[in-house]
T-cell receptor, first 110, second 122 residues
Framework: QKEVEQNSGPLSVPEGAIASLNCTYS??????FFWYRQYSGKSPELIMF????GDKEDGRFTAQLNKASQYVSLLIRDSQPSDSATYLC??????????FGSGTKLNVKP | DTGVSQNPRHKITKRGQNVTFRCDPI?????LYWYRQTLGQGPEFLTY????????KSRLLSDRFSAERPKGSFSTLEIQRTEQGDSAMYLC????????????????????FGAGSRLTVL
């Protein structure tokens, strides 16, 4: 079992819609959770982090964490074509190791 | 400080040759990580340093891979006797130390990635 699981997609949404990206993790002791965006051929860049149960909003992005269900999600409101990228979920586990999912590819259609 | 710097950005080599990648982290970051990423996959942990100490090394890392971080500043990742399966993007990331579970504005407990070094083994 992988430490972090994501649906590889692609997830296609029309411009202006809400994109919902999901992630599950296996280690109950995980403390911090991250969403990175990666454009093709580029390195990952941090979008948001969350470490408390509930929602955290930053502009058009909302991260949601449910530790009981070991579930993290990212909502992107008013999706733009420039949001088209692969979204990586990352979890910080024991010994300061960060585990990444395989990413979900998002396509926002104009 | 302009972020995490990696060199070279691209390396093409023949099977059996040795290659070395260099990473210069953000200056105030004491933790440095190496990841490998292949097409369609997420970054895969290779190893990490806290200051000059290599604290963790992936079991997936064969003996052909070695990493160093002398003086706790820049780091090098060497791959000996390269194989075609080594072709990948090698990503370096750094972070600073912070309270467990907390992310601070200084970048504590958050990975900041460099642009990566793409290796092609022919």
């Amino acid at each position: 079992q992988k430490e972090v699981e994501q649906n590889s997609g692609p997830l296609s949404v029309p411009e202006g819609a809400i994109a919902s990206l999901n992630c599950t993790y296996s280690d109950r002791g995980s403390q911090s959770f991250f969403w990175y965006r990666q454009y093709s051929g580029k390195s990952p860049e941090l979008i948001m982090f969350i470490y408390s149960n509930g929602d955290k909003e930053d502009g058009r992005f909302t991260a949601q964490l449910n530790k009981a269900s070991q579930y993290v999600s990212l909502l992107i409101r008013d999706s733009q074509p420039s949001d088209s990228a692969t979204y990586l979920c990352a979890v910080k586990g024991n010994f300061n190791k960060f585990y990444f999912g395989s990413g979900t590819k998002l396509n926002v259609k104009p | 400080d302009t972020g995490v710097s990696q060199n070279p950005r691209h390396k093409i080599t023949k099977r059996g040759q040795n290659v070395t990648f260099r990473c210069d982290p953000i200056s105030e970051h004491n933790r440095l990580y190496w990841y490998r990423q292949t097409l369609g996959q997420g970054p895969e942990f290779l190893t990490y340093f806290q200051n000059e100490a290599q604290l963790e090394k992936s079991r997936l890392l064969s003996d052909r891979f070695s990493a160093e971080r002398p003086k706790g500043s820049f780091s090098t990742l060497e791959i000996q006797r390269t194989e075609q399966g080594d072709s990948a993007m090698y990503l370096c990331a750094s972070s600073s130390y912070g309270p467990a579970g907390k992310v601070l504005s200084s970048g504590a407990n958050v990975l900041t990635f460099g642009a990566g070094s793409r290796l092609t083994v022919l």
